[in-house]
């Protein structure tokens, strides 16, 4: 873990000393730099993800034929549906899987402004936007409670970003319920929506405000690569496919 975080430590050093030669010898910049370009690494992940939701929505139809078939067998009714996503490689619950990968790459970025914090002193290359990143601020009523909400906020928008263009659970024409595996996805991502910025605020709260920094550009590059990806994107891939059909 220590060679991990001499690593990370070292990429940031280097991001900080690109920064200064535009003139921005800050290491908030340094920090941005770093999130952008994670996300970045990501993007193909994101774009899976994305994909395989899509592809739940297009398997609804046989998703339906299966519940008329197998409606009053719960169980194997819904070991079918399973089947049918695992052979079309759809998995109803990979919304989750950029956000566990970047779990450990939170915990060492975490782990490295601890590294920093010796060098901080009164050094203002460690001030911005009127925080020090290696501070902790706390519950405090004043300007530096504006990072924990600008958290918050940023992450409730992604979260409600992917869920407006998530695939909506079909109802089972037998009982006129949802699946149980589309429900349980849909039902997870309602408590992610409320559950997870407050989570991300008091992450903010009780950790150096560097990594409220990261959080916070985190969220924004998530919400511009989301749009991106069904706005732009999906409508090319559209576009292409409907010039295909009618040639």
């Avoid at 001499?6 to 003139?23: A, D, K, V, Y």
């Avoid at 600008?150 to 992450?155: E, F, L, Q």
């Avoid at 910025?197 to 950790?207: D, E, G, Q, T």
Wanted: net charge positive; glycine share 4%; hydrophobic share 45%.
């Amino acid at each position: 873990m220590s060679t991990l975080v001499q690593g990370m430590t070292l990429i940031l050093e280097w991001l900080f000393n690109l920064s200064s030669t535009i003139g921005l010898p800050y290491w908030g910049v340094a920090i941005i730099l770093f999130t952008v370009i994670i996300k970045l690494l990501l993007y193909p992940l994101t774009v899976k993800q994305i994909v395989s939701m899509r592809k739940i929505t297009e398997l609804q139809p046989k998703v339906r034929d299966i519940q008329k078939k197998y409606g009053y067998d719960k169980q194997k009714m819904n070991q079918k549906i399973m089947e049918l996503y695992s052979k079309e490689k759809a998995n109803p619950y990979s919304g989750c899987l950029p956000l566990l990968v970047q779990i450990p790459i939170l915990y060492i970025f975490y782990r490295s402004l601890f590294e920093l914090t010796a060098r901080a002193s009164n050094d203002p290359s460690f001030h911005f936007l009127g925080f020090n990143i290696t501070e902790t601020y706390g519950l405090t009523l004043d300007y530096h409670l504006l990072l924990p909400i600008v958290a918050g906020v940023t992450t409730y928008l992604m979260t409600k970003v992917s869920m407006a263009n998530s695939p909506k659970p079909e109802m089972n024409p037998m009982n006129n319920k949802k699946n149980n595996v589309a429900a349980s996805a849909e039902q997870t991502q309602k408590i992610m929506l409320y559950i997870m910025p407050l989570f991300m605020a008091y992450i903010v709260i009780s950790l150096p405000s560097g990594l409220g920094i990261y959080i916070v550009t985190m969220n924004i590059v998530s919400i511009l690569q989301t749009i991106y990806i069904y706005k732009v994107l999906f409508k090319r891939e559209e576009k292409k496919a409907k010039l295909n059909t009618e040639q």
